[in-house]
Nanobody
Framework: QVQLVESGGGLAYPGGSLTLSCVNN????????MGWYRRAPGKGRSLVGV???????DYADSVKGRFTVSGDGATHTATLQMNNLKPEDTAVYYC???????????WGQGTQVTVSS
């Protein structure tokens, strides 16, 4: 069974940086994509960024130029580097991994990121 474990959340000042990591500690399958969503207070879940197996990336407009998503297919680890954080980046961040065959999607437990002075 896939088991995604997230780490790296916490409190940051505006303009600061945080790095989130997500590793699969369970059964590993060939992957099609890895990425991150977030759920801000009072809002629905929205895409932050994704990296596909071919290396292509996509980001929400609100984080372009500030966040970088990367993935290591060998270790099944996804990373989200967040720079120049803003209060509106405050949210619970969820990582996901999508299998190549069947396009099954698995989720992490979520990690809280709070940006505040």
């Amino acid at each position: 069974q896939v088991q995604l474990v997230e780490s790296g959340g916490g409190l940051a000042y505006p303009g600061g940086s945080l790095t989130l990591s997500c590793v699969n500690n369970g059964t590993r399958f060939r992957l099609n994509a890895m990425g991150w969503y977030r759920r801000a207070p009072g809002k629905g879940r929205s895409l932050v960024g994704v990296v596909e197996a071919n290396g292509e990336t996509d980001y929400a407009d609100s984080v372009k130029g500030r966040f970088t998503v990367s993935g290591d297919g060998a270790t099944h680890t996804a990373t989200l580097q967040m720079n120049n954080l803003k209060p509106e980046d405050t949210a619970v961040y969820y990582c996901y991994q999508q299998t190549f065959y069947g396009r099954n999607t698995f989720w992490g437990q979520g990690t809280q990121v709070t940006v505040s002075s």
